[in-house]
């Protein structure tokens, strides 16, 4: 249609923690020897130091570029193919060779990123622990966790590229690293009516990060989640029902700083249904059908479904037609090691 506006350069805002994935086929012995469930999302600790060891001596050991926000919007890039730059991308890097890999791979995509570069941590990583189509995601954000407000997002260089954008898109992850980076940015959607996006991106979130996660929580015009973090968030918030469309509607109506904007809530759920609030109403929008062996690795299907969705959001497709494209884009990345994917899309 000729009347969708065309994107344009750092149109698409997005911040949060550049890692790099170190991918590898694992077995249950080595999840339960680090006490790891077969699909979640956590943080390192001490007693995952030797995973990390372990992890890069497998024989299939894979490298990528990954981090929840930065894989949403290199497909959302991806997507759009031109013009290039359509999406910014702002986290913390260490000074080293996994932070030219992260620079590298982020030029290559065609993403404006933007990182505060520091030298006392090091470049942050992600061990992805793949059995079968389970990804267990450990993550020693290391350099990502020293993102500064006012070393970065307040400069006015910085600040004229958030400035620029119509759509924002933040996952929870960055909640545990700079809250008042997220309520900066929120802020100024919501002042601008502009879309402020975010991610329930993993249950620990909802658990311990309740407290910014709810701070930030109003000024969200569209939140996304999968059904095991929608049930956590249910439970935190003492919603009493483990219904799907329920939690959807009562995350709907949270209260909201932009009454111009409904929020718009979206849950996946892996293979079955996608749940969205469309107006007053919670509707179901299938999956594209895919043969069990066909799935390489589920790591970076929720990435995808994001970036796919923001890629036809940043041309003002209606709702239906933004999780159109995030099923295309998540069914095209789970055929293939992590949040990779082919040189153009084939999607109409």
């Not at 979130?205 to 910014?212: T, W």
């Amino acid at each position: 249609v000729s009347d969708m506006p065309t994107p344009s350069e750092n149109m698409l805002f997005g911040m949060g923690n550049p890692l790099l994935d170190i991918s590898a086929v694992v077995d249950k012995d080595f999840l339960d020897k680090f006490g790891l469930k077969p699909n979640d999302q956590i943080l390192a600790e001490d007693r995952h130091k030797a995973l990390f060891e372990e992890i890069v001596k497998r024989n299939k050991v894979e490298y990528h570029a990954g981090g929840s926000t930065q894989n949403s919007v290199k497909i959302a890039q991806w997507m759009l193919q031109k013009p290039h730059k359509v999406a910014t991308f702002f986290g913390c890097i260490g000074k080293d060779r996994f932070g030219e890999i992260l620079k590298k791979k982020a030029e290559e995509a065609h993403v404006d990123a933007h990182y505060y570069e520091q030298n006392e941590e090091p470049t942050g990583t992600c061990a992805a622990c793949i059995t079968g189509d389970n990804r267990s995601l450990v993550a020693n954000l290391a350099a990502a966790n020293c993102y500064k407000k006012e070393k970065h997002l307040d400069l006015d260089s910085n600040w004229e590229l958030v400035k620029k954008a119509k759509v924002y898109y933040i996952a929870g992850f960055f909640l545990t690293v700079s809250p008042e980076s997220i309520v900066k940015v929120a802020r100024h959607a919501s002042d601008k009516n502009k879309i402020f996006c975010m991610n329930l991106s993993a249950p620990f979130i909802s658990q311990f990060f309740k407290e910014p996660l709810m701070k930030v929580m109003p000024y969200v015009d569209i939140l996304f989640g999968n059904e095991t973090e929608a049930a956590t968030f249910a439970k935190e918030l003492g919603f009493e029902t483990d219904d799907i469309a329920e939690i959807a509607k009562k995350t709907q109506n949270l209260p909201k700083e932009n009454t111009k904007r409904q929020r718009v809530v979206v849950f996946t759920q892996g293979k079955d249904d996608t749940v969205a609030t469309v107006g007053d109403r919670v509707t179901m929008f299938p999956v594209l059908d895919i043969d069990q062996n066909d799935i390489v690795d589920t790591n970076g299907a929720g990435d995808a479904f994001v970036g796919g969705f923001l890629s036809a959001l940043v041309q003002e497709h209606a709702l239906e037609e933004c999780i159109r494209a995030g099923h295309y884009a998540a069914n095209v990345i789970i055929r293939r090691v992590g949040c990779t994917f082919p040189e153009k899309p084939d999607y109409h």
